[in-house]
C-alpha cells in the first residue's frame, strides 16, 4: 500500500503523507513555481519534480532525503548540432502560400520536461525523460547526466538525421498546443512505458504523432497507431498526426495497454501492435486526458470523462470517474463522493494515478480526490491547491 | 570594472550572490555571464538555454542600454557600466 502521493501543480510540490488512516499534505515544495510532474522513484525513494519556470528555464529538482531538501539540476539540455524542422504556430498570421517549401530548422532547446519514468529494478540509476520538443532523453546515473535518444530525434519521421544535414524525409510530428505557452508548437513527448519483463522494449506517445515502439532499447523505433482512428485528420487510419493524450500498460500483463486520446479511448491487448477504440460517447466516455490500468488485471482501466473537445471541463457539471473491468466492452461511472454540481474541473493527463485499489486525481481547478475503494467512492483531500498538472502515487 | 546586479529571485537559488558587490573583468555579455558562473556554477543555466541564448523571459541591460544581441550575446559591457539581469514582464 502507497503511503505518499505527490503532487505537481501551479504553484509548488504538494506531498501527501499518510498517517494512519488520514492523507495529510505537507507544506508546499518549490513555493511559487509551476511543477508539470513529480514522483517517487520506488527503487531507492528519491523524489523528482520537474520544474517548469517561466523565466529561468525548465529544471528537475531532486530530493534523496525524503523532501527534506531538494538540488536543482540543470544536466538536461539537448547536445550540440541537435536541431528540430520548425511547426508553424497555428496563428490568424500564419500565411500558408508564405513558405518555400524548405523546412526551417531550429537548434534544440528543452522547453518542458514532461515526463519522468523510473527504469527497472535490474537497472539502478536509469531514468527516462520525455519534453518538449520531442526528445527522449535517459540518464544512467540517477539523473547527474542525460543523453539524448538520438536514434528517436533523428527518426525517419521527423526529418531524419539532422545532425548530419538537411532533412531527407518529410517531419511527421506535429505540434501541442502545450508547446504554445513557450511560444512554439512543437512536439512532445508525454508517456514513456518501459516493459517490466524486457527493459529493452519501450513504447512511447507524443502529442501529435503517435505511439511508438522500441524492442531493442531505443536503437529502432516504430510507429504503432493502426487502429487508432484521428476523427480530425482526412484520412483518419493515417500512420502519423495522431494525438495520444496519455498511454500506459498493467505492470503484471504488459501487452495490455490503454490510451486515451484526442479522439476517443483505445485498449490494446497485443502490445499495442492493434488498437481497438472503446469509447463508449453514451455513457460519456470518450475524451479525456488521463487514463490508469489496473496493477494486476489489463482489462480494467479508469478515465476521468470530459467534455469534448473544445469546451474541455467536466460533463453537465458533475465529475465521475468511468472503470471498465472488461477491455472497455462496458463502463461503469462512479459518482459518490465527488460534485455532481457546478462542476466545471478538468483532469489533465498526468493527474490520475493508481496503487493497488487507491486511485487518487487532481483538477486544474485545485480539487483532488482519492478514492481506497477501486474508484467506486471517493472522498475530497482538498479544494484549494493550485491548478494540479500530476499526481502520482509514491 | 563592470559590475553585474540582478533581480532579488536569483538569490533564491544562488544565496551565495546575495549581500555582494560583484565584479567582472569588462568584455561581452556573454564573458560577463561566465565571470558570473565561476563565482555561482550553474548560475548562466538560469539565465540562458543549452545553445547559449538568452532566455525567452529574461531582461538585460547595460546601464539604461537593453541588450540588442539575445542570441550570442556580443554587447559589450564597459568598464565603468552596471550590467542589470532582470525578469520580463512577458514572463510574468
Given at each position: 500500500m502507497s503511503n505518499m502521493i505527490l503532487l505537481g501543480t501551479r504553484k509548488g510540490t504538494v506531498i501527501f503523507d499518510r498517517v494512519d488512516s488520514s492523507w495529510r499534505p505537507r507544506p508546499i515544495e518549490h513555493a511559487g513555481i509551476p511543477v508539470c510532474y513529480a514522483a517517487r522513484d520506488p527503487r531507492d525513494g528519491t523524489l523528482w519534480a520537474s520544474l517548469d519556470h517561466g523565466h529561468w528555464g525548465p529544471k528537475l529538482s531532486r530530493s534523496r532525503d525524503g523532501g527534506a531538501t531538494w538540488q536543482d539540476l540543470s544536466s538536461l539540455k539537448y547536445p550540440e548540432g541537435a536541431r528540430h524542422i520548425v511547426q508553424m504556430l497555428p496563428?490568424?498570421?500564419?500565411?500558408?502560400?508564405?513558405?518555400?517549401?524548405q523546412p526551417e530548422y531550429k537548434d534544440a532547446a528543452v522547453y518542458k520536461i514532461w515526463n519522468i519514468t523510473f527504469g527497472p529494478a535490474g537497472q539502478p540509476g536509469r531514468i527516462y525523460a520525455g519534453t518538449i520538443p520531442g526528445g527522449l532523453f535517459v540518464s544512467d546515473d540517477g539523473g547527474d547526466t542525460w543523453t539524448l535518444n538520438r536514434p528517436l530525434w533523428s527518426h525517419s519521421s521527423r526529418g531524419g538525421d539532422l545532425f548530419a544535414g538537411p532533412a531527407t524525409s518529410d517531419n511527421q510530428w506535429g505540434g501541442t498546443p502545450a508547446s504554445i505557452d513557450y511560444g512554439v508548437f512543437e512536439p512532445g513527448i508525454h508517456s514513456i512505458v518501459i516493459d517490466p519483463r524486457d527493459p529493452m522494449h519501450m513504447h512511447i506517445a507524443v502529442s501529435s504523432a503517435g505511439v511508438l515502439e522500441s524492442t531493442d532499447g531505443g536503437q529502432t523505433w516504430s510507429p504503432r497507431n493502426r487502429g487508432v482512428l484521428n476523427d480530425y485528420l482526412p484520412n483518419p487510419e493515417a500512420e502519423w498526426g495522431h494525438d495520444p493524450h496519455f498511454i500506459t500498460a498493467c505492470p503484471?500483463?504488459?501487452?495490455h495497454l490503454w490510451q486515451q486520446n484526442h479522439c476517443g479511448v483505445f485498449y490494446s491487448k497485443d502490445g499495442a501492435q492493434t488498437w481497438q477504440k472503446v469509447s463508449q460517447p453514451e455513457a460519456g466516455v470518450h475524451f479525456g486526458f488521463p487514463i490508469a490500468v489496473d496493477e494486476q488485471d489489463g482489462r480494467t482501466a479508469w478515465v476521468v470523462p470530459a467534455r469534448a473537445d473544445m469546451a474541455r471541463m467536466a460533463i453537465g457539471g458533475g465529475l465521475f470517474v468511468a472503470r471498465t473491468s472488461d477491455g472497455g466492452q462496458s463502463w461503469q461511472a462512479f459518482r459518490e463522493g465527488l460534485p455532481q454540481q457546478n462542476a466545471y474541473d478538468i483532469v489533465l493527463r498526468h493527474s490520475l494515478d493508481v496503487a493497488g485499489d487507491c486511485l487518487c486525481f487532481g483538477s486544474t481547478t485545485g480539487n483532488v480526490y482519492l478514492s481506497e475503494d477501486r474508484g467506486e467512492t471517493w472522498q475530497c483531500l482538498g479544494n484549494n491547491f493550485p491548478p494540479v498538472y500530476s499526481v502520482r502515487f509514491g | 570594472m563592470p559590475t553585474v546586479t540582478m533581480t532579488r529571485h536569483l538569490y533564491r537559488f544562488f544565496p551565495a550572490l546575495e549581500n555582494r558587490t560583484i565584479t567582472t573583468p569588462a568584455g561581452s555579455v556573454a564573458e560577463v555571464l561566465h565571470a558570473v558562473d565561476e563565482l555561482a556554477p550553474g548560475f548562466s543555466d538560469y539565465l540562458l538555454d543549452e545553445r547559449g541564448a538568452l532566455r525567452r523571459h529574461v531582461n538585460l541591460s547595460i546601464d539604461d542600454n537593453i541588450v540588442i544581441d539575445r542570441r550570442s550575446l556580443s554587447d559589450r559591457v564597459p568598464e565603468k557600466a552596471t550590467l542589470f539581469i532582470f525578469q520580463a514582464l512577458s514572463g510574468g
Open positions: 496563428t490568424p498570421d500564419f500565411d500558408p502560400a508564405a513558405p518555400t517549401g503484471a500483463q504488459p501487452d | -
